[in-house]
């Protein structure tokens, strides 16, 4: 039966068995079928769904007031259809056949349950305030605008059955550019991977240099390129992130890491604070920490933006967010730091009190 299903439609009845398993039901009925659609989340009709405000707490509410839960013993495996699943079946394949498509995604189920008006599924959208006609032209003007990528083309769809080549074309666009958005954000990710690693040396090879001296702002420094390492390195080595993820999540400890240089920085500048020079004598370490995380934010940031394709829900709100949270995490890390001490009342002694880590400068009175 599922032959000509696409990977996503037939995950959408993995997902339907899975909520009859829930509300501890023997079969699947067209209620369970739309609570699968939505649970898929990518797919046509959940996109549909979403455009019209429906989420999957608020079909699950109106599902449990519409039916009851079973026994409390739970039916495993694979449950039977009901009749009423079974012909949303039908008319979503018949729904096929009459749009010129050869294959069966989950628009297609969606239009079969909306015309299946006895179902409970139907009774459902009635008491969202989604009137069946509305859902069902949302749908076809997804279809005929094409701002919808047709399901037919994912990996695992049905051999054999060839989109038009309008579709087509418009496919393999998006394929391209969805290719090409995922290397880019991995190799942006290995740029972070590298850059933090330079920097967690350089900083290591000074302290090391200094007599492993460091003042707290300096650690907190050290430890968020730490942290952005740690997530870069695990996260490739396991395999199991894309990297665009991994520069998003980086990414509030490269903003954490530049708020907290550029406010070392700034104590430097105004006379607050005296630093040790920085390696290779080019400038003091507060300046090269503050130039190193201002790289490190740059590229995470754009890792993040350019992988803006492996979720529908990544947007320029979440990098600002995610940047944002980073800023945050500076200013408590700033709050949290020990109080600077006075000046002291006398010069420093060049041989027994060396510049070897962050201090008050000596001021004459």
């Known amino acids: 039966m599922y032959e000509r299903f696409t990977d996503r439609a037939r995950k959408v009845m993995q997902l339907a068995n899975h909520e009859a398993q829930r509300f501890n039901h023997e079969y699947i009925g067209s209620e369970h079928i739309l609570l699968g659609l939505i649970a898929e989340g990518s797919g046509v009709a959940a996109n549909v769904l979403k455009n019209l405000d429906v989420d999957l707490r608020k079909a699950r509410h109106e599902v449990e007031k519409l039916v009851q839960s079973g026994p409390d013993m739970v039916t495993m495996g694979k449950l039977p259809q009901m009749p009423g699943a079974k012909k949303v079946i039908e008319y979503a394949m018949e729904e096929s056949r009459k749009l010129n498509h050869n294959y069966i995604g989950t628009e297609h189920i969606l239009l079969g349950l909306l015309r299946h008006q006895e179902g409970v599924a139907a009774q459902v959208f009635k008491n969202l305030g989604l009137q069946l006609d509305n859902v069902r032209e949302e749908v076809l003007n997804l279809l005929d605008d094409g701002s919808q ?108 890491g530049l708020g907290v240089a550029g406010f070392h920085e700034y104590l430097v500048l105004n006379g607050t604070l005296e630093c040790p020079g920085g390696l290779f004598e080019l400038g003091t370490a507060p300046a090269q920490s503050l130039a190193a995380f201002i790289v490190l934010s740059v590229v995470t940031a754009l890792g993040a933006w350019a992988a803006r394709s492996e979720h529908r829900s990544r947007s320029v709100g979440t990098v600002l967010a ?44």
């Open 149 to 256: 990528r047709s399901e037919a083309g994912e990996r695992g769809a049905p051999r054999g059955y060839a989109l038009p080549p309008i579709a087509a074309d418009r496919l393999a666009r998006s394929e391209v550019g969805e290719r090409g958005a995922a290397r880019g954000a991995f190799f942006w990710s290995v740029a972070v991977l590298i850059l933090s690693l330079i920097a967690l040396a350089g900083s290591l090879a000074l302290s090391i240099g200094l007599g492993l001296k460091a003042c707290p702002l300096c650690l907190y420094q050290r430890s968020m390129v730490m942290g952005i390492f740690a997530v870069q390195a695990i996260g490739l080595v396991a395999g199991r992130a894309k990297g665009g993820f991994l520069c998003l999540l980086s990414l509030p400890l490269a903003a954490a």
């Open 322 to 365: 995610a940047a944002g949270l980073g800023l945050v995490l500076a200013g408590l890390s700033i709050a949290s730091a020990p109080p600077l001490l006075p000046p002291p009342a006398t010069p420093y002694d060049p041989v027994k009190q060396p510049l070897d880590t962050c201090r008050p400068p000596f001021v004459p009175p």
